[in-house]
T-cell receptor
Framework: DAGVTQSPTHLIKTRGQHVTLRCSPISGHKSVSWYQQVLGQGPQFIFQYYEKEERGRGNFPDRFSARQFPNYSSELNVNALLLGDSALYLC???????????????FGPGTRLLVL | AQKITQTQPGMFVQEKEAVTLDCTYDTSDPSYGLFWYKQPSSGEMIFLIYQGSYDQQNATEGRYSLNFQKARKSANLVISASQLGDSAMYFCAMRGGGDKIIFGKGTRLHILP
């Protein structure tokens, strides 16, 4: 079975530009989460979507937005890029288990974004 | 507020030895889940093991086991018989009643031949 896929794998943008990152979850998974991982740090939660509805949002500015499509794939959009947005952006999918804390997230390979 | 602490920024271990990676956590949620992920240099986060807060027994997955001490709020990862391919960053993470996973800062593990 295919795992979580993300595109593109690498991206170079300049300050002020806009970027769209894409994610396809594991088949059967209805929840997608986005994380930002700056070099040398652990991933930081940005968004979670479940059944096309936003279910959680991290402490990120409004320049960051996301959506989930009927096929459960997702897009992360970042407007007015800043140098500090340079990071590895990870997408994770999960299948709700009904138990609090028990929902394992499976990650994709990530998109490496460099803002110049 | 939830918090994950990994106090070992880096570790060097001889091949075939067992290794313990430390993780302590803090949460006020009565129900939560604890996870360990491995991140090789390629960047992909690989799920290793999960422990629920109400699980009575420590989780095990092959060479990985989680030493869960609830009263001490610790969830250490034990890798038995380490291999060269185990060299990577290891992250401890927690999910509580909210919808996000909180990650620690990670431990870089180096396996020496």
């Amino acid at each position: 079975d295919a795992g979580v896929t993300q595109s593109p794998t690498h991206l170079i943008k300049t300050r002020g530009q806009h970027v769209t990152l894409r994610c396809s979850p594991i088949s059967g998974h209805k929840s997608v989460s986005w994380y930002q991982q700056v070099l040398g740090q652990g991933p930081q939660f940005i968004f979670q979507y479940y059944e096309k509805e936003e279910r959680g949002r991290g402490n990120f500015p409004d320049r960051f937005s996301a959506r989930q499509f009927p096929n459960y794939s997702s897009e992360l959009n970042v407007n007015a890029l800043l140098l500090g947005d340079s990071a590895l952006y990870l997408c994770a999918s999960s299948f709700p288990t009904g138990s609090v804390g028990g929902e394992t997230q499976y990650f994709g390979p990530g998109t490496r974004l460099l803002v110049l | 507020a939830q918090k994950i602490t990994q106090t070992q920024p880096g570790m060097f271990v001889q091949e075939k030895e067992a290794v313990t990676l430390d993780c302590t956590y803090d949460t006020s949620d009565p129900s939560y889940g604890l996870f360990w992920y491995k991140q090789p240099s390629s960047g992909e986060m690989i799920f290793l093991i999960y422990q629920g807060s109400y699980d009575q027994q420590n989780a095990t997955e092959g060479r990985y086991s989680l030493n869960f001490q609830k009263a001490r709020k610790s969830a250490n990862l034990v890798i038995s018989a380490s291999q060269l391919g185990d060299s990577a960053m290891y992250f401890c993470a927690m999910r509580g009643g909210g919808d996000k996973i909180i990650f620690g800062k990670g431990t870089r593990l180096h396996i020496l031949p």
